[in-house]
């Protein structure tokens, strides 16, 4: 059974009524939402759009036309430019070839000069550019020559003469080089006729024969070459490569100001250069200027002139009619604008009349007091704000303010709040004038200075704390200002020391070397303006404060001084000083000096009493030589079995064992004798030579070998030589007795004595390092290593090291020990110091380097 389907309903279309309908609806609705003045304004503007859109369709056509008509000149004068170039290549190539016909019968020698000079004259009578035709062989000679009537005298050839260097020079070498026609165009001076030169070369055989010119006149050419009808129109001329006019006329530029019509401008013009001449000569058009015509233009300006009153009608309409909305809104504004300036400021504002009521008060005012405006309008005196205690003195102030006697600089009174607190305010009376200029009454402004008032009490109360702990202080404490003889401030310790003028803040200044500027004499007039007023100071006040210390003999006292430099509150640089008494700190540090200039002799001589055995031991084999040396002399003296020579020679041996005992003990004397610390210029080779031959005495007797290295070149450095060798010897006995107690065998038995330039962190320095064979150190000793009368030594007093570092930081070094390790077992022990090289001598050391060499024990 087939189902029968309903036939389908078309799509229902919108009619163009309908969506008219629905706009028509929707823009009356839009317009409704619209507030009065809104509409008024669309009302007026509507219109003005309407005339605007017509002036600028009016434009648009006239613009468009005139850019057709002037594209459609452009193209003519491209059109009759190209024309009028075709012609005048047509011209230039015609006379070039009867030239060329002319060279090649000059090359065949069928003409001579004569000849040559009549078909020439023939060439020139018959085309009127053609002005000169010259013959010029190889050798640059002038065969012949024939130059048109209007050519000038200085531009003529002669027959016979040598070319000219200079304009055809250049052209004649191209043509003799190419082989080729060849145009140029020669400078012309003044009064002279531009020309365009046409260099046609002859060949003899093969080889060049010289060339036939041929002389054009530009303006023969302008004249002659460019058809009519073209120099009707067109103001033609020819130009070079420079943009310069050699012939033809030009239209004079337009004089400056304003054009009739916008697009007004400079006649169509176009160029091209001249073939076969090429971009040396370019010929140019200018359309001469033609009316646009006073019908079009008129009827333009009058259009616009239209355009422009209606649209200002309109607009004048519109504008009267916003002056009368304005005129209807501006008391409101003007009301509003007032009441939102004076709810915003911070100020109270209060208005009296001239009975003292009060007619107006803002809501600052009311904010400060807490009365409300109705609680104070129309109110007279007693005001609710008044305070009881303060009534009497408010109402003589009224009186005063009402009676014209008022404060400029206000007053400062206590006001009441409606919950009966206090404040501060400062109140500040003025007479009220109208628009008339008459005085309807007072206007007062009121200003809370309750906290202003707070913080001045806490400053002040802050000066009088700053002030007591400054007259406490147990330091003169000075402030004055450059150039002057003024005492901004001293304080109760300098006012006990100097007084109270400048003499003592400038004679601290001065022993400690920070004068910044010399006071005039006493006869010169005190200027308040100091010697740097106008500078920038922000360097020196943030600087680092000056130290020093300074003997005052009139005291008797010795004073740490230190100054800075500061801006004073009035904007006046001055300087500060800090005088504190330090002469017992001074006589500690003296005392103190002392002591360790006792220890360390002290401990040089404990240190020879260590090696008192040693020491023994080493005068002992000289005194035993020399007894020897005496008794075989006294023996053979008596037997006669002696000559003078084996005389002499035993003598001189006993002698230089004498020597070799008073060297031993001059260097012992010279070690441990008392001196006077003296840094000095020392050389490092001769310091470590001394230290090595007083310590090898230690260390032949424990039986250990010594090895030394002095690096090459090394400057002398300023150090306490004395000092720094018993360092040395302190550390190299200590290594031989470590060695000993490590009870090493004989090829381990050995101690190194390093000195080498080192860098540590950037600075120079020069580094003696002595590395021993023996047990090391263990780590509960490593941690007292430089503690005082600390020793693993039964014998020791434990003030070796701690005194040798001393000495090394005295001298701005370091010092430090460390174990050496062979694998996991201790082998033996370093200690290091270094010294800077600061201060050191220009001049090297004259020790050089040697390979290691030692002193064995016998």
């Not at 209606?310 to 004048?316: G, N, P, R, Y």
């Not at 040089?604 to 005068?619: K, N």
């Not at 002398?716 to 004395?722: E, K, N, S, T, V």
């Amino acid at each position: 059974m087939v189902g029968l389907s309903s036939p389908e309903q078309p799509p229902r279309t919108t009619s163009l009524r309908e969506r008219m309908a629905a706009w028509r609806h929707g823009w009356r609705g839009w317009w409704r939402r619209q507030s009065p003045a809104r509409q008024d304004r669309l009302a007026i503007l509507a219109p003005l759009a309407a005339v605007l859109l017509f002036l600028a369709a009016i434009v648009t056509a006239f613009w468009y036309l005139q850019v057709e008509e002037m594209d459609r000149e452009q193209e003519a004068v491209k059109r009759d430019v190209e024309y009028a170039q075709q012609r005048l290549r047509l011209r230039l190539l015609e006379r070039q070839e009867q030239l060329m016909r002319l060279a090649r019968d000059v090359s065949n020698q069928d003409v001579d000069p004569q000849e040559f000079t009549a078909r020439a004259e023939s060439l020139e009578a018959q085309y009127p550019e053609l002005l000169a035709v010259t013959w010029i062989n190889a050798r640059r000679r002038i065969v012949a020559s024939q130059s048109a009537p209007s050519v000038p005298t200085a531009q003529q050839r002669i027959p016979g003469e040598i070319l000219r260097v200079g304009d055809t020079e250049n052209s004649y070498s191209l043509a003799r080089e190419l082989q080729q026609p060849v145009y140029a165009q020669p400078p012309a001076e003044r009064d002279q006729v531009a020309l365009l030169q046409l260099h046609v070369p002859l060949a003899d055989g093969g080889r060049f024969a010289g060339v036939v010119l041929g002389e054009y006149s530009l303006d023969g050419l302008v004249r002659y070459g460019v058809p009519p009808d073209v120099l009707a129109k067109y103001a033609v001329t020819l130009l070079d490569d420079h943009d310069h006019v050699l012939a033809g006329n030009t239209v004079p530029a337009r004089k400056p100001g304003p054009h009739l019509l916008p697009w007004d401008a400079q006649p169509n013009a176009y160029e091209v250069p001249v073939s076969p001449v090429g971009n040396g000569l370019v010929i140019r058009a200018q359309a001469y200027r033609t009316s646009t015509g006073i019908v079009g233009s008129g009827l333009f300006w009058l259009v616009c002139t239209l355009s422009v009153l209606t649209a200002w009608m309109l607009i004048a309409t519109w504008r009267h009619t916003r002056r009368r909305m304005q005129a209807q809104q501006a008391l409101v504004s003007e009301t509003n604008f007032r009441r939102a300036m004076e709810n915003s400021m911070l100020t109270g504002m209060r208005a009296l009349d001239m009975r003292g009521r009060i007619t107006y008060v803002n809501a600052a005012f009311c904010q400060m007091t807490g009365w409300s405006e109705a609680d104070l309008v129309g109110r007279s005196a007693p005001f609710p704000y008044w305070p009881d205690a303060d009534l009497d003195a408010l109402a003589a102030r009224l009186d005063d303010e009402i009676n014209g006697r008022t404060i400029p600089g206000g007053f400062q009174v206590r006001v009441k709040r409606s919950d009966g607190s206090l404040f501060d305010a400062r109140m500040y009376t003025s007479p009220l004038i109208d628009a008339r200029g008459q005085q309807t009454g007072w206007m007062t402004s009121m200003t809370d200075i309750t906290e202003p008032n707070r913080i001045r009490d806490q400053l002040s109360a802050s000066y009088e704390r700053f002030t007591t702990v400054l007259e406490a202080l147990d330091a003169s404490v000075s402030v004055a200002p450059l150039g002057s003889k003024e005492l901004l401030f001293a304080n109760k310790l300098y006012r006990f020391w100097f007084g109270s003028n400048t003499v003592g803040h400038l004679q601290l200044l001065a022993q400690a070397g920070t004068v910044a500027a010399s006071h005039s004499g006493d006869d010169e007039p005190e200027d308040d303006v100091d010697m740097y007023m106008g500078l920038p100071a922000e360097t020196l006040t943030a600087g680092q404060p000056g130290h020093s210390e300074v003997l005052m003999p009139e005291l008797g006292r010795w004073l740490e001084v230190r100054t800075r430099y500061l801006t004073w509150v009035d904007g006046r640089l001055a300087q500060l000083v800090i005088a504190t008494d330090i002469t017992a700190r001074r006589h500690a540090e003296e005392q103190a000096a002392s002591q360790a200039e006792r220890a360390q002799t002290a401990s040089r001589l404990i240190t020879m009493g260590e090696m008192a055995s040693s020491v023994a031991h080493e005068l002992n084999q000289p005194l035993t030589a020399i007894n020897n040396y005496c008794n075989g002399m006294i023996s053979r003296l008596m037997g006669r079995q002696i000559s003078d020579d084996e005389l002499l020679a035993a003598l001189d041996k006993t002698a230089r064992q004498a020597q070799r005992a008073g060297q031993v003990i001059q260097r012992i004397r010279s070690f441990v004798k008392r001196s006077e610390p003296n840094r000095t210029l020392a050389d490092v080779g001769v310091l470590v030579n001394e230290a090595v031959e007083l310590a090898g005495i230690e260390l032949r007797r424990r039986n250990v070998r010594l090895n030394h290295y002095v690096a090459a070149r090394l400057p002398r450095i300023l150090i306490d030589p004395i000092l720094i060798e018993q360092v040395l010897v302190n550390l190299l006995k200590n290594a031989a007795e470590s060695i000993e107690a490590s009870e090493r065998p004989a090829a381990q038995r050995s101690v190194e004595l390093r000195v080498v330039p080192r860098d540590h962190d950037g600075q120079p320095v020069l580094e003696f390092s002595v590395l021993d064979s023996g047990k090391g150190i263990g780590p509960d000793v490593m941690e007292r290593l430089y503690e005082a009368f600390f020793s693993t030594k039964p014998e020791g007093m434990g003030i070796g090291l701690s005194l040798c570092r001393s000495i090394v930081e005295s001298h701005q070094g370091r010092m430090q020990a460390e174990n050496l390790y062979n694998g996991g077992e201790i082998a033996g022990c370093r200690f290091s110091f270094w010294l800077p090289l600061i201060g050191a001598a220009d001049s090297t050391s004259d020790s050089i380097a040697t390979a290691p060499h030692g002193k064995v024990a016998a």
